[in-house]
């Protein structure tokens, strides 16, 4: 019989947000190889070693193809039973119906996870459900993450979206705190090949200057390295604040018109000073002077911080300090500096620009942001009893149980609920928990636009891909799930529901409607988009102020009320003089948040996790490479092996996160024989960045010692 011929199939890899093109080329049901794709616009052929593990994804055994419901067995053990779909959406809907009735809407919590933001279907099709329930217990990944870059975008820029983009390509200057690209290829930044960047500003005589408590892949890059005392970023961005003040280096640029709050902001950084600064953060204050100074005379900066920065205590005044920065030395809106994108759809125009504080958590009273809930108090809102106390669970490609503060008490929380329900594809630590999991199509079974990446990316590009495989009968993909069930949840409840158009032709209308649409000469549609699969240029950004700002008044005021109340906050603080090792997270190439470590191409190898200790600290506790140490938290303790390195800085230890696949029930085989433990059971849903209750997952304060009963196998 002879072969049949191998086609070619021109993709995004959805993994992480460097939305790199990949050539993935199959031969019936098979895949023979991926590769990166040249012609992709953006990513020029760039790939990392997770793009060939989309081919497990697919190909993953303990995917789940079918629903499952948990029953309990003869011996009082759950074990999870294989059902139609039929019977999955009505048990999905009459648990949730069922909460509702009795306890009303606000009795249904929900969260979102990350990989939500990675597939298109699962952010325009939500409402296809909640719609029918709204909620003020709506929770998301958001806020273990990025939640003080939107509110500053918000305060500053009058939307959530408005994400001043680093221009690294025409850049001679770049600040970067809390960030370490070369191992997560770039977040609110999508940057494919970002290490070759680097290099390249680096070679034409660019600095590359790098906070960070350890000496991360990116680091190595650098062109100058401060190791900083974790939390203390504020006092270093005021202090830059405060020299460029002091000095009088206050440069708008084209900004001069446009620019409120100025004398405020001096005021409220006065105290700040680069020696009082120096002797928080451990960094010196020629250093601290020098960075100011640099900002403001490079023709072309940047200052960007990220997840080190964002989940700290002080996340929100770290990234308002960062975009004031750049406003000030005359960074924001130019070429080299940070700009603004101009995506083909266009989510500035269409998503609401986001609120702040309209409601609170019940328990804490926590604000809301953009109709969320801080996750850290997810836990609570279960357990503790009265009105409104949450009884139903909805998730979606989320697993908070490892990846949330205190997630050990997550996950007893969720015994606790009458009911629960999974959108997922996985048994994974989370949704093992739920009464149903309704699984999605495999990734490359549906089609593909990047809503939220384009927002974000250095080079406006458009590019859409239909699905690779063809879907088998009967599954459904995670919007048409949505529907379904939105639509036997407005049965019970009474209500009519509002067919939705597919997510594709939403895409087309978007795309027509949007700034290179079909008035305009690119005449861009989704026929157009189908004709060049890897993706068509829109060129390079440019700058767009006063026009692109959302502001209520068409202006920047940087003397953001709230803002200024946290630096008196900061100025009396003593937390941070308390003494004790400070713990941190990091990731690595390979690892994908908590999910990708059922593919043995990525756990091979020395294990990952373990705690990082400075060789200093080791001597001082009598410990070497390889002990198991046992790590403490006010909240809980781990067993891991101690690696101790140089890297990291003395009085800082780092463990991974998205580890601890050791819970018993899960479905994720492979996984569990590289279990490590959860660096979410120590991290503390009381320690937060009080302006937005994002979770500080960096800086927690820990105590390590010699493990009782030392393990001679990773758990
Ligand atoms: N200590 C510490 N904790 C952290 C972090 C840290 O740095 N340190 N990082 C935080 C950050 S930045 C993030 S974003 C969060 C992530 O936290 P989460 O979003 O809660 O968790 P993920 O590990 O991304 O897992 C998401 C789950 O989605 C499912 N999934 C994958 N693809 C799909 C799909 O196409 N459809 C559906 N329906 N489901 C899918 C998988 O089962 C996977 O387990 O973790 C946070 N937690
Ligand atoms: N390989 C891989 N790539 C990923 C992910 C993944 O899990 N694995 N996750 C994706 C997701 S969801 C996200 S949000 C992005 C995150 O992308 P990044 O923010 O670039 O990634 P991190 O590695 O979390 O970088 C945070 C850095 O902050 C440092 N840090 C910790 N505490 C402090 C502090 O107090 N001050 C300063 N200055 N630095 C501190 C840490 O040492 C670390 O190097 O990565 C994405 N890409
Ligand atoms: S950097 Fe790696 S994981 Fe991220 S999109 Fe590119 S290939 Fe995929
Ligand atoms: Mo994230």
Known sequence: MAESASVQHRRACHLCEAICGVIIETRDDQIVSIKGDPDDPLSRGHICPKAVALQDIHTDPDRLRKPVKRVRSAAGEFKHVTIEWDEALDLAADGLVNVI???????????????AVHNYGLLTHQNALFRHIRTNNRYSATSVDQLPHHLVSLWLFGHKLLFPIPDIDRSQYFLMLGANPVASNGSIWTVPGVKQRLKDLVARGGQLVVIDPRRTETAELATSYFPIKPGTDAWLLLAILNTVFDEQRVNLGHLASLVDGLEQ???????????????QTGISADAIRSMARDMAAADGGICYGRMGVSTQRYGTL????????????????????????????????????????????RVRGLPEFDRELPVAALAEEITTPGDDQVRALFTAAGNPVLSTPEGHHLEQALEQLAFMVSLDPWI???TR????????????????YDLAFHVNAVRN???????????????LHDWEIFEALGARVAQRLGVTPK??????????????????GTHTEQGLSLARLQAQPSGVDLGPLKPQLPGRLRTPNGRIDVAVGAVLADCERLLADTELATPGYRLIGRRHVRDCNSWMHNYRRLVKGKGRCTLMMHPGDAEREGLTTGDWVQVQSRVGAVDVELEITEAVAQGVVSLPHGYGHHRAGTQLNLAQQHAGVSCNDLTDTDYLDALSGNAALNGVLVQVQRAKSPTAVQQ
């Open 499 to 516: 067919p939705s158009m597919p997510p594709h032709a939403m895409i087309d209308a978007g795309l027509q409607a949007g700034p290179y």
């Open 318 to 361: 770290c990234q308002w300090a960062i975009q004031v920065i750049n406003i000030v030395t005359g960074q924001l809106d130019r070429e080299g500096g940070s700009l603004f994108t101009l995506p083909a759809v266009d989510q500035v125009a269409a998503a609401s620009p986001g609120g702040f504080g309209r409601h609170q958590s």
């Open 433 to 448: 928990h739920a009464d149903v999991i309704l699984p999605p199509t495999s990734p490359l079974e549906h089609d593909h």
């Open 101 to 115: 009735e009795r306890f009303g809407v606000n009795a249904v919590a929900a969260y979102f996870g990350n990989p």
């Open 428 to 430: 994974n630590e989370t």
């Open 461 to 475: 590009t458009a590019r859409y891909n239909p699905p690779v495989f063809e879907r088998p009968e009967g599954a």
């Open 265 to 279: 902001v001096a005021a409220a950084v006065a105290p700040f000073s680069p020696e009082q600064a120096a002797e």
